[in-house]
């Protein structure tokens, strides 16, 4: 087992720890596992000058959402090293591309069944984001080691005062195709929320 392997051990189911180092290997990738950032959670970057290809994740996800994201970012290496920066970000290509580096792991000995169901759905044509898989995104957080004590913004009444995790307080408001619209006391602005957002209720902040 590489050293890049090694580090992802208890990160990603373990028979899934092959196929990753066998592609971070190949593509001589250089893996970053980082702090919670609160508008991503990873990031691909292409080789530039004397730096080769570039993978962050947020090292708090659990194992697969973690997984999830670094095929995530893996396919967008794949895209980059096949049409460099003459596709869409998010277009057909890395669709597809992410879809094929999916497939081998798509079995019961890496997800439990209630995610092979929700993945099954989301590969038909996955989305730039959680925001357009939000059934997996459900599903995923059953898989957090503090799964009982999560609140999510679509799980508490409208007019209700909720604090996100930067310290921002917000009022939710009214939904808006998939996210809701809240208004932050902090700054008087409005700002469009994602339903599955971890949030501190108000009776919590109290």
């Not at 090694?6 to 028979?15: E, V, W």
């Not at 991503?40 to 730096?51: E, F, H, I, N, T």
């Not at 993945?119 to 984001?129: G, I, N």
């Not at 799980?155 to 009022?171: A, K, Q, W, Y």
Request: hydrophobic share 40%.
């Amino acid at each position: 087992m590489s050293v890049k392997a090694a580090s992802l051990k208890g990160r990603i189911p373990d028979a899934a720890l092959s196929f990753i180092d066998q592609k971070l290997t190949e593509h001589k990738v250089r893996l970053l596992i980082t702090r919670t950032r609160k508008s991503k959670s990873g990031d691909y970057r292409a080789p530039y000058q004397q730096l080769g290809h570039r993978i962050s994740v947020n090292g708090t996800l659990n194992q697969y959402a973690f997984l999830i994201v670094l095929l995530h970012e893996l396919a967008h290496l794949e895209v980059w090293n096949k049409h460099r920066n003459k596709v869409l970000p998010h277009g057909v290509e890395w669709q597809r591309m992410f879809t094929e580096l999916a497939k081998p792991l798509m079995n019961a000995t890496i997800f439990p069944d209630d995610l092979l169901d929700e993945l099954t759905l989301f590969f038909q044509r996955p989305p730039a984001s959680s925001a357009g898989a939000l059934h997996l995104a459900r599903a995923l957080k059953k898989y957090d080691k503090n799964a009982e004590e999560i609140t999510l913004l679509e799980e508490i009444p409208m007019g209700s005062h909720f604090m996100l995790p930067d310290g921002r307080v917000f009022v939710k408001e009214l939904k808006q195709r998939t996210r809701f619209k809240c208004f932050c006391l902090n700054n008087k602005r409005y700002y469009l929320v994602s339903p599955v957002a971890e949030v501190i209720h108000r009776s919590a902040m109290a």
